[in-house]
């Protein structure tokens, strides 16, 4: 059976199964009222109501994070989501030296993220979890997933993953391309840009989606 929702009951249903996908546990009402853009709590949970009336999630009133997708909402979450690997962790800020390999394996860290979210193609796709706050102004910050496509070319402006080879680092800047050497920009006004010979510089990945870190 197909349920008709709302437009802002549907951007509400993907951002629950997303974040508790990723958080292990329910965004509150806040969370996700921010997340679609709605300033009023009792807004929120009248379309919260109708998601339950609907089948789509259980909720305990009592738990500040009381909710649950269930019925309909729950068997696509496979459908509708893509599991993606978290290999590693990454420097907006400093490059972080990693000795042997460019990115730190986490073991087998997932995380679910809805297809929607994510380029048509989603050959090449991981996540990496950053450390530093040297991307603020681009709304990235320490502990925030950042989800990158693989590749290894970056037009100037590109928010990408680079390898710096004579250090053995990694880190998460701006790409810009100027007459043979490469300026790795930080989103950060207190914070100088990095210039690195265009030789030295290995590009991992172009960054395709923030999840930011609750709270």
Known sequence: MTLTLSERQQAMLNFIREFSAASKYPPTIREIGKAVNIS????VNYNLNILERKGLIERDRDVSRGLKLVGEAAATESKDTMRVPVLGRIAAGKPIPVPGSDFAILGDEEIAITRELLPADTKNIYALQVRGDSMVDAMIGDGDIVVMQHQQQANNGDLVAVWLKDKEATTLKRFYLEKGRVRLQPANPTMDPIYVDAKNVEVQG????????PG
């Open 40 to 43: 009023s709590t009792s807004v």
């Open 206 to 213: 172009k960054v395709v989606l923030v999840i930011r870190r």
